[in-house]
């Protein structure tokens, strides 16, 4: 399978109408971006739905996994929720490659409060690398 990159990704993807839109910047190793949810991405009241966090904290994985030179799949996730993100609260995604291996990588990514730096949740995932 070849993977192509059309610009309608949900996440970052600038041609999508109903997307995130985010921009995903190398910094100090990592990956790094600004995300400020609305009330459209909630699941209850005013509390951002899970699976756009989710989104958010994959996409920046696979960003950091990008900015290495690797074009990777998702192969599992994990991630731990810490605090409640509300609608309209600005947050930073950090993103880095914790293990390489010529079939298999490993990142991290946490979001973060951008006021406070608290962390709303992290994740890890492994990645496959496509030929």
């Not at 990159?5 to 100090?28: E, I």
């Not at 009241?45 to 696979?62: F, N, P, R, W, Y």
């Not at 605090?83 to 946490?110: F, G, Q, W």
């Not at 973060?112 to 994740?123: C, F, H, P, S, V």
Request: charged content about 25%.
């Amino acid at each position: 399978m070849t993977l192509q990159d059309d610009s309608f990704c949900f996440v970052c993807g600038k041609k999508n109408p109903q997307g995130l839109k985010l921009s995903f910047h190398y910094s100090n190793g990592g990956i790094v971006s600004e995300f400020t949810p609305s009330k459209i991405h909630q699941g209850y009241k005013d509390i951002i739905h899970g699976g756009i966090i989710t989104s958010v904290l994959d996409e920046a994985m696979i960003q950091a996994a990008i900015a290495e030179g690797m074009t990777p799949l998702t192969a599992e996730i994990t991630v731990r929720f810490k605090k409640p993100l509300l609608a309209n609260e600005e947050t930073i995604v950090e993103a880095e490659i914790t293990k390489k291996d010529s079939r298999l990588t490993e990142a991290s990514s946490r979001l973060l409060k951008k006021d406070t730096g608290d962390i709303i949740a992290e994740a890890s995932a492994k990645m496959v690398l496509s030929k």
